[in-house]
T-cell receptor
Framework: DQQVKQNSPSLSVQEGRISILNCDYT??????FLWYKKYPAEGPTFLISISSIKDKNEDGRFTVFLNKSAKHLSLHIVPSQPGDSAVYFCAARDNNAGNMLTFGGGTRLMVKP | DTAVSQTPKYLVTQMGNDKSIKCEQNLGHDTMYWYKQDSKKFLKIMFS???????INETVPNRFSPKSPDKAHLNLHINSLELGDSAVYFCASSQGIRAYEQYFGPGTRLTVT
């Protein structure tokens, strides 16, 4: 029973354009949502987070949007750069389960020069 | 000056053996975690631990046990290894009120033959 889902296994974008990565969840107890970036043979790297009481958080080229009613969040990367090519994981924290995170299956982003 | 480190990076062993993976963090964090990334690339929490509390994901077999000699270390012991234990294991750490933002080690690829 996947509580966090990333339905697109891969996404290809041209350099300079916008990348939009999507994530859906089912657990209403999630209070924080996070995006992680992962390169091959490395651990995930924290990118950006958003509280469930907000609908947008921005950090440089990265913006996360949260639609609680739809149980949906997205990560926008503008402009996309070749170095952004990686696997992106969406994650969520259940306030009743300590700080353990539930991860989606990941989306592989390829930014073409 | 690696923030979260793991040893070994690769571990190949036979079924039935007992093995350990070490994790150290130099971030001064108070909570550490172990995650398993299976062959389908899903990242799943196994344990969350600080000096007060161990939270175990109920799906983790009791052959797996975390051991913390001090606040900066959380080792993973696995008894009677099985083929299905083959995966990449990630250690992570976090701190305080932003404990949902976790910092990951580079991973240990375990192969059981």
């Amino acid at each position: 029973d996947q509580q966090v889902k990333q339905n697109s296994p891969s996404l290809s974008v041209q350099e300079g354009r916008i990348s939009i990565l999507n994530c859906d969840y089912t657990n209403s107890m999630f209070d924080y949502f996070l995006w992680y970036k992962k390169y091959p043979a490395e651990g995930p790297t924290f990118l950006i987070s958003i509280s469930s009481i907000k609908d947008k958080n921005e950090d440089g080229r990265f913006t996360v949007f949260l639609n609680k009613s739809a149980k949906h969040l997205s990560l926008h990367i503008v402009p996309s750069q070749p170095g952004d090519s990686a696997v992106y994981f969406c994650a969520a924290r259940d306030n009743n389960a300590g700080n353990m995170l539930t991860f989606g299956g990941g989306t592989r982003l390829m930014v073409k020069p | 000056d690696t923030a979260v480190s793991q040893t070994p990076k690769y571990l190949v062993t036979q079924m039935g053996n007992d093995k350990s993976i070490k994790c150290e963090q130099n971030l001064g964090h108070d909570t550490m975690y172990w995650y398993k990334q299976d062959s389908k690339k899903f990242l799943k929490i196994m344990f969350s631990y600080n000096n007060k509390e161990l939270i175990i994901n109920e799906t983790v077999p009791n052959r797996f046990s975390p051991k913390s000699p001090d606040k900066a270390h959380l080792n993973l012991h696995i008894n009677s290894l099985e083929l299905g234990d083959s995966a990449v294991y990630f250690c992570a750490s976090s701190q305080g009120i932003r404990a949902y933002e976790q910092y990951f080690g580079p991973g240990t690829r375990l192969t059981v033959t």
